[in-house]
């Protein structure tokens, strides 16, 4: 008991990993104790005079502020509009709060605002309340931003509808916006400029979910990478997934720098793909609709939702091997959104 | 033009005063330009399939994070639940998002989500949505935490609703939570323990606006104090405030020690009181309504509204002379919430 009270926030609890998963299910969950937030999915689904509404919040805090394909801005409202689309809802309306530290250049703060304006036209949301915080300097850095949004919902895709022998399809390539803040970050240069895939996906989505029952559920692979919401997924089912390395699209130039750095892609955020757990008869008609799109032309079918291992994931390498995929234990990288 | 882009962001670009109205009057809304966000209320009050809901956002900042009184956890529900309260709606629903600093005490981040918790109980309110960050030391002070909320709107409480001869209310005695954080934070002593006012005020005026038509408005003076909402109002409004100085109530520990500190209770931040705008004749009646209430026992009639002057605010001093009682220009305290 002692030993509890001695212990510190590290990195890793906002990993998206295993230690956030734990933090969050013994130490904050227990407290509130209601359905909505134990489900712990991308948005609540809550009940609003009748009709379903879909709620969900996001604080970023990535760094550098600006980056190849983004920036926070257009980071936090795809953030919070792809955790709407992927729980089965339209997004209507965002909150923006900005905590901005002191002595911030006024037209970067504008770049930004301009960033986050433009990005609720491409999505079709609008910011409807908003809040700024300044601090003195040292007290954050630069600048932090929340979205939260609200969803009409068109679709209640609930894990519990996920059956053995459904498919798993991936909306395109992984490990571009980790690899891209990473590559800025740390001023490493992989010979190619990789840019981070931070887009909305209401357009790919919501058209799909429209005309197609056979899919039942869906997630953003964020923080933690894909083989950590797999294992979300898996884990929240109770059943397994399997997922064929070699079926998983990713770029060349993403597979060598990860291989230069000693990292594994399956473990890097995404900012603009989405996980599909679809009936299996509907899955090749599925990819070849996403791949009409410009942003579902990489989609594919990486795996197969199976009754054993219970709550894991299981990689079929492409050296003919099989290994259980874990969550994300440690922090490789902070502060990518 | 050039000088512009040289222009840094200011501690009082935080303050709820002058600067602040100016930064998002001419950087934030015209980027946006939609209706709900032009209102600047407390809660956008939004069309969700036919129903109307409130939203709200704030982010909290305050250093100390426990202070006398509250805490940033209290405060963080306090203050969403008070937003939506005051822009007429009964809260049903909050988001919850955590930024970190790594090495913070885990079990001072337990003390506060138990804080959470339990003022969520009180005003009947869940938390069903969340997010955390963990940014390294130094990238952000302890803990700053973002609260947005949804409410079922009870009555639309418009501000041109307003007419001259409405009489304006404030539910208690001012300038409570500005002073009890500055103490704190400055290790002052006042000789008496100056106590945050933090509470939500569902209790308070909920059941009110359900009984009493003739409250037309409401706002909570949180940064900028009583001064600066009333200018909101006023200037909102275009119609004129005029404030009896000696109607205003504050305690005389807090009076001793705005004069020890050459400060001026009226633009010090509240937490736990509201404005009301309402018809002159059931005034009275709803003071004593308020009064009947523990959080309403020194609510009273602080003055009115008049045609002239236009948008603006006048102060009858307790020594017989009269003013303008502007908003707050600059910051005197940063990190209030």
Redo the contacts between chains.
């Keep these: 008991m002692k030993e509890?009270?001695?212990?510190?926030?590290?990195?890793?609890?906002?990993?998206g990993g295993q230690l956030?998963h734990d933090?969050?299910k013994n130490?904050?969950l227990p407290?509130?104790n209601?359905l909505?937030?134990n489900k712990l999915s991308d948005?609540?689904l809550?009940d609003?005079?009748g009709?379903e509404?879909a709620?969900?919040?996001?604080?970023?805090?990535v760094?550098p502020l600006f980056f190849r394909g983004g920036d926070i801005g257009k980071l936090a409202v795809c953030g919070s509009v792809n955790d709407l689309v992927v729980a089965g809802s339209q997004p209507?309306?965002l909150?923006?709060?900005?905590?901005?530290?002191?002595?911030?250049?006024?037209?970067l703060?504008?770049k930004v605002?301009?960033s986050?304006?433009q990005s609720?036209r491409n999505s079709g949301v609008?910011?409807?309340?908003?809040?700024?915080?300044?601090?003195?300097k040292?007290?954050?850095?630069k600048l932090?931003i929340?979205t939260?949004g609200?969803g009409?919902v068109i679709r209640n895709l609930e894990i519990k509808n996920i059956r053995v022998k459904d498919k798993v399809i991936i909306t395109g390539r992984i490990a571009e916006h980790g690899l891209s803040i990473l590559s800025q970050r740390n001023g490493i240069d992989f010979g190619v400029n990789i840019k981070s895939d931070c887009q909305s996906l209401e357009g790919l989505l919501l058209p799909l979910l429209n005309k197609c029952k056979a899919i039942k559920f869906m997630r953003d692979p964020t923080r933690g990478g894909l083989a950590t919401t797999l294992n979300e997924i898996a884990q929240t089912s109770g059943l397994g997934i399997v997922i064929d390395e070699t079926s998983v699209p990713i770029s060349s130039r993403v597979r060598a720098a990860c291989e230069l750095l000693g990292i594994d892609p399956l473990y890097i955020a995404n900012e603009g793909k989405a996980i599909m757990v679809v009936e299996p008869a509907a899955a090749e008609n599925i990819v070849n609709r996403l791949r009409q799109q410009r942003l579902g032309r990489y989609a594919g079918i990486i795996g197969s939702i199976t009754r054993e291992p219970k709550a894991a994931v299981v990689l079929n390498t492409g050296v003919g091997t099989s290994r259980i995929l874990d969550m994300l234990i440690s922090e490789s990288l902070?502060?990518i959104?």
């Design positions: 509890e009270k001695s212990k510190k926030i590290l990195l890793a609890h906002g990993s956030m933090l969050i130490t904050i407290k509130f209601n909505s937030l948005s609540a809550l609003f005079k009709e509404l709620f969900t919040t996001d604080s970023f805090v760094s209507l309306y909150s923006l709060a900005l905590i901005i530290e002191e002595g911030l250049d006024y037209s703060l504008e605002v301009d986050i304006a609720c609008k910011v409807v309340t908003g809040d700024i915080k300044v601090v003195e040292g007290a954050c850095d932090f929340n939260s609200i009409r902070p502060r959104c």
